[in-house]
């Protein structure tokens, strides 16, 4: 059973006679009957005719932006649905999340109603084409119905992203987080905005604009998307992220404890990391390998222009003044479904930077376990070689406090240990290796790595006496890895309760060596 996906019930503050819910969600703003949920100007304009919204005066064009009509509510993440009509001379524009209903047109975020019937593909802007975001976007197609003919219009707004679809058609894809800048568009042409879009109000009214044309308006519906999500949260050693029903699912750790068993000078690791059930699946620091940590990638013999060991072990290169420095964990996107994180570290020796790191993070529930997905980007300052080693790289290191085994695809491993100082004593490549524990207090659980097959070959040293999965690039033989060119690297952790679950370990690792 998958615990993260109960049936979502969205809480909804509703006004009677204001709009009507239905059981999907949907909340009526306009039955054809009143303007109950909604906000007039001092005007008083619009009003209700055969079923329709329109606007009742006198339409020369001489008044506009006087008397807009707004939702009594606000909208933050929703999925506006109404139905449009215009005549042949018409300007208008739906207002999305404003923020401030005296200044609207500067403070809120306009999808165009015109006609833009005649322009054809040529005349297609971001001022007066049906669906564009006004002064911002264009739309990619000219959707529009000609003048007396209804228009679907569909907006969805999600945290940054603004899509609109209108007759069935999406045309407009818009990232607000690339408006940057006041009064400049990502492309460089100007709009007339004080302040860069990114900073507007993700929260605020909707609106039908008064431009003082005709335009009518019927079937106004809309969908809250406001739901529970993954969260990162700070803590004394760095960022932990919760499921959306408040699980911690695993912390990325920024800061060494002051009082703390771990040898190694760098943390910059997932630990804990946690079980769906929330049992700890990986140790930090343990007696008889105090430079071990959770989740981590480092080597212990890195050549530059001078010899390095980020590792921890200190047997082959120097750890003096090497330390993998934390600079941001970020989280980039999070819904109820699974989260992205961006993290960057600089491998620093003394005060050099031999490599930067930017490590793209998702995590995810499928069925009954975690999916956790890492891609370390690997971008070397100085010509460096990550020397031929018997271990060293992604390594998890899992628990010890009960009984272990290892399994690949064809079902439980058995094989000698490799030896720590001979590559050649490794397990062979395959697709996945799993390190399951039977603990002494009657639970099991486990952590799986999957290899990607755009990595460079691998063995395995996965070691039972230290509870280690370490998929090692270097036993092979030595990697190059050339100033300025990033080395990729890609692992896929599944971590679960109970023993492993086969095959959706075999879904999920052809799942995603096929991305």
Request: with cysteine.
């Amino acid at each position: 059973m998958n615990i993260l996906k109960p049936i979502l019930t969205l809480v909804l503050l509703l006004v009677p006679l204001v709009a009507t819910a239905a059981e999907d969600g949907w909340v009526t703003l306009f039955d054809g009957k009143n303007l109950d949920a909604w906000t007039m100007g001092p005007n008083k304009t619009w009003a209700v005719e055969d079923g329709v919204i329109t606007l009742n005066r006198e339409m020369n064009g001489g008044l506009h932006n006087d008397d807009y009509l707004w939702t009594k509510e606000t909208y933050g993440n929703f999925v506006l649905e109404l139905e449009y009509k215009i005549p042949e001379r018409a300007n208008s524009g739906i207002f999305i999340r404003t923020a401030d209903l005296k200044d609207p047109v500067y403070t809120g975020i306009e999808v165009q109603v015109a006609n833009s019937f005649f322009f054809g593909r040529e005349g297609i802007s971001r001022g007066g084409t049906a669906g564009a975001i006004y002064d911002c976007v264009a739309p990619t197609k000219n959707t529009v119905k000609q003048p007396g003919e209804w228009n679907a219009c569909r907006v969805t707004c999600l945290d940054n992203k603004i899509v609109v679809e209108l007759n069935g058609q999406q045309i407009v894809d818009m990232d607000l987080d690339r408006w940057t800048t006041a009064g400049k568009n990502p492309d460089g042409t100007t709009n007339k905005f004080r302040n860069a879009l990114k900073d507007f109000a993700r929260t605020g009214h909707v609106g039908l604009q008064d431009h003082g044309r005709p335009v009518w308006y019927r079937n106004v519906r809309i969908k809250r998307l406001d739901k529970p999500a993954f969260t990162l949260v700070p803590d004394e050693f760095g960022k932990v992220l919760k499921a959306p029903d408040g699980r911690t699912v695993w912390r990325y750790m920024t800061k060494k404890p002051a009082k703390t068993n771990l040898s190694a000078n760098s943390v910059c690791c997932l630990y804990p990391v946690f079980t769906p059930s929330s049992q700890r699946a990986v140790d930090f620091a343990p007696g008889d390998h105090r430079h071990h940590r959770g989740v981590f990638l480092a080597w212990h013999f890195t050549e530059g222009q001078k010899p390095a060991d980020f590792w921890g072990w200190g047997e082959m290169a120097p750890t003096e003044g090497r330390v993998i420095k934390n600079k941001s964990v970020e989280l980039v996107a999070a819904d109820v479904e699974s989260a992205k994180l961006a993290v960057r570290n600089d491998w620093v020796i003394g005060t050099d930077v031999m490599i930067e790191e930017a490590l793209a993070v998702t995590t995810r529930q499928v069925e009954d376990v975690w999916v956790i997905d890492m891609t370390f980007e690997l971008t070397p300052k100085v010509d460096s070689t990550l020397k031929q080693t018997a271990f060293g790289g992604f390594c998890v290191k899992g628990r010890k406090e009960g009984k272990a085994y290892y399994t690949d695809p064809k079902g439980k491993v058995n094989r000698p240990d490799p030896h720590h100082l001979k590559p050649e004593t490794d397990w062979p490549g395959v697709d996945w290796y799993d390190y399951t524990i039977d603990m002494t207090d009657g639970k099991t659980l486990g952590v799986t790595v999957v290899d990607h097959p755009k990595n460079p070959p691998s063995t395995w040293h996965n070691l039972g006496p230290i509870a280690m999965v370490n998929p090692c690039i270097v036993a092979p033989g030595a990697v190059k890895l050339p100033a300025g060119k990033p080395l990729t690297l890609r692992y896929r952790l599944v971590v679960h309760d109970g023993p492993p679950p086969m095959e959706l370990l075999k879904k999920l690792s052809a799942e995603f060596r096929r991305q």
